[in-house]
């Protein structure tokens, strides 16, 4: 009987574990998703072969000039490509470049900075939305205007300034002259102060929008604890946004590399690589290419590309490492 009854306990199917909950159904992408997807993928991608084609193309074109040069490519000042033999190389049109961009920075930042504090925090709303969109306009305004301001305007009015500067700062090398190069007011000092006022628009629109990124509990706290306006920049407003005027100004020196227009007819093309700013005469990259590329040879043609490549080159760094100080501001905040 004890058999009988266990029958039906031997016979019974096992029991089965219960599992978990059932796995929801993966998501179904959408048309539309996988078309934006694949259109965001290729413009990416349509960038870096850009750059990679512009790259290649500077490498290939520049070969034949390099090969052919009998100087040193980096350290002669000379620009003969076309001579017998061929003697060329962008010392002095690095220097005059990094020259009168480095001009035109220390005159921007100071003024761009204060211009965007005082939109930011000082200036009435409506003076505020005023002047930030005629600073805005700056940037709008043609190379060649600037240029025809800085020829027919700027440059009469520099030499009263240039000779002030060479007899109370002729100590230093940038102010002094040599006595047979009288200060002139088409000089490396006059193409900066143009560059100053070209890249002024960038680093203030720039700066001043992470001046609007400051937290306004930061801004409310110094100013409760009893700090006037300047000690609240000063302490709350400065530090949170110097990651980003930094990458502002680096983006407004790139943007003074390569500027032709208004540099090439300000300077007197002189291949020398000379420290005195206030005489007369200067090359940079941009302008040299420009006033030479319609005359030049084979041989010019592929130097001038050569050297348009070290511009590429030297924006394509300049421009990484603002992104670079940029990132490293926003992620520190």
């Known amino acids: ?11 019974a199917p096992a029991a089965i574990p219960p599992d978990g909950p059932p796995a929801a159904p993966a998501p179904k992408v959408r048309a539309g ?19 990679a084609a512009i790259a290649f193309f500077l490498v290939i074109k520049s070969i034949h000039a390099l090969t052919s040069n009998q100087a040193n490519f980096f350290t002669y000042s000379g620009w003969g490509p076309d001579n017998d033999p061929a003697m060329f190389g962008i010392a002095a049109l690095a220097f005059h470049t990094l020259l009168t961009s480095l001009i035109a920075l220390i005159i ?10 005082f939109i930011t925090f000082y200036a009435p709303r409506k003076v505020a939305s005023t002047l930030a969109y005629l600073v805005d306009l700056l940037a709008a305004v043609p190379s060649i205007v600037y240029g025809l301001w800085g020829v027919f305007f700027l440059a009469p009015q520099m030499t009263g300034l240039t000779l002030w500067l060479s007899k109370y700062f ?17 000089s490396d000092f006059t193409a900066g102060i143009v560059l100053a006022i070209m890249i002024l628009p960038i680093v203030a629109s720039l700066s001043r929008e992470v001046f609007q990124r400051v937290p306004r509990t930061n801004i409310e706290a110094a100013l409760a604890l009893g700090a006037t306006r300047w000690e609240m920049v ?6 949170f946004g110097r990651p980003g005027v930094v990458s502002a100004s680096i983006l407004g020196l790139g943007r003074a590399l390569g500027e032709t227009l208004a540099v ?29 590329f319609g005359e030049a040879g084979a041989i010019g043609s592929s130097a001038l590309i050569a050297s348009g490549m070290v511009l590429f080159l030297i924006t394509l760094i300049v421009n990484s490492i603002a992104q670079a100080i940029l990132r490293r501001g926003m992620v520190k905040d």
């Open 234 to 239: 000063r302490m709350s407003v400065l530090p």
């Open 33 to 51: 998703d996988r078309v934006f997807r694949a259109l965001s993928a290729g413009s990416g991608a349509i960038v870096l072969i850009m750059m």
């Open 264 to 292: 090439m007819m300000i300077l007197s093309a002189v291949y020398e690589v000379n420290p005195h700013i206030t005489e007369s005469g200067g090359i940079t990259f941009a302008s040299n290419i420009a006033l030479k």
């Open 108 to 117: 921007a930042v100071p003024v761009a900075v204060g211009i965007a504090l």
């Open 1 to 11: 009987m004890s058999t009988q009854l266990d029958e039906p306990e031997a016979n």
């Open 170 to 186: 002729g100590w230093t090398v940038l102010f002094d002259y040599r006595p047979d190069n009288i200060p002139s007011n088409r």
